[in-house]
């Protein structure tokens, strides 16, 4: 079967296309037959051998997120041809979703939702799973004043639509002019490409999407959460009573199935910026690091 693969670290040129053995799945995996995946930033940090410790060995198949066909259930209960969607936490252990086939833990997939694509599928992962995961640790919930920080972005538009429909009321701190209407359309409020005219104290939890570290705009008392581990810690804020937090996505088929529920019951739009076949991963990256995305960018198996 085919795998997008890395021998070695470094620019867009050490991707490779190349042949590996059909993985044989253990106790409790399904073998699932790729149809779709998608382009995160941690693709790029790996690639480039910014992680450093704790990435896989190489060669490694890279990539996050794959929406597909049950090829074999195994004891999952999920039946032969059923679409799913899951998360491989590639880091943690080494199973990369860029390849035609691949077999993962029952509980980090889900059924796919039924109203949108595989490809549109295939984008919601990781960036879902972590809005709904740090969602959770801030606790946001009716009535909350909650600022997403890079709320335009493939994380930050996630939580906007999960914090709307959680009853909370959500600001939002954007980097360009043209992300505004954008992210308005999402359920932002008030939403502002300065972050000098955040209000003082003005939110009972932020969620930081790329480590903007805007703590004065956290009321004391509340809480922050980063996402954006390479940025470092959140300064302590003990002092102010504040939580905080860098948070990590985790595998999870509960998570995903919420994600699906609110995908087919309206209330999380996916956007998918553009779609590229997998032998083009070269362009979908190019286009992927031109930034100011409105969505997504999927790649075809
Ligand atoms: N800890 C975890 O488990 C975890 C999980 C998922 C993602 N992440 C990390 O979280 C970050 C966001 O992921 P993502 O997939 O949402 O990336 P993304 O789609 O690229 O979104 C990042 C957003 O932040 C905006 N931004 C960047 N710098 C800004 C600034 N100075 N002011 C205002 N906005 C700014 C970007 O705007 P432009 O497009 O205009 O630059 C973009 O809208 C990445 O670093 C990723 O590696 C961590």
């Not at 955040?198 to 703590?215: K, N, R």
Request: glycine fraction near 12%.
């Amino acid at each position: 079967m085919r795998a997008l693969q890395i021998g070695h670290f470094g620019d867009l040129d050490v991707l490779e296309l190349v042949n590996v053995p059909e993985p044989q799945p253990a106790d409790g995996e399904v073998l699932v037959r790729v149809i779709a995946s998608a382009i995160n930033p941690v693709d790029d940090k790996t690639r480039e051998g910014a992680i450093g410790e704790g990435t896989p060995p190489l060669p490694m198949t890279l990539g996050w997120e794959l929406a597909g066909i049950v090829v074999d259930p195994g004891t999952s209960g999920l039946s032969v041809g059923e679409r799913v969607f899951g998360m491989s936490h590639q880091l943690a252990t080494g199973r990369g979703s860029w390849a035609d086939l691949v077999a993962i833990p029952a509980a980090s997939i889900a059924q796919a939702p039924t109203s949108v694509s595989l490809v549109e599928a295939a984008t919601l992962p990781l960036p879902g799973l972590t809005a709904l995961q740090t969602m959770d640790w801030l606790g946001v919930g009716q009535g909350d004043k909650l600022l997403v920080a890079g709320a335009a972005g493939a994380v930050g538009g996630l939580a906007v639509q999960l914090a709307c429909a959680r009853g909370a009321q959500v600001d939002a701190l954007v980097s360009r002019q043209v992300q505004i209407e954008v992210v308005r359309e999402l359920g932002a409020d008030h939403i502002t490409t300065d972050r000098t005219t955040l209000p003082v104290g003005g939110y009972d939890a932020i969620f930081d999407t790329f480590g903007a570290f805007v703590t004065d705009a956290v009321a004391d008392g509340g809480r922050y959460a980063s996402i954006a581990t390479q940025a470092g810690p959140v300064p302590d804020l003990s002092h102010r009573r504040v939580r905080t937090t860098v948070n990590q996505v985790r595998e999870d088929g509960r998570g995903l199935a919420e994600l699906a529920a609110a995908v087919d019951g309206g209330r999380l739009k996916i956007r998918v910026d553009a779609q590229y076949a997998m032998q083009n991963v070269k362009a979908a990256h190019e286009h992927f690091q031109r930034g100011s995305l409105n969505g997504k960018v999927a790649l075809i198996f």
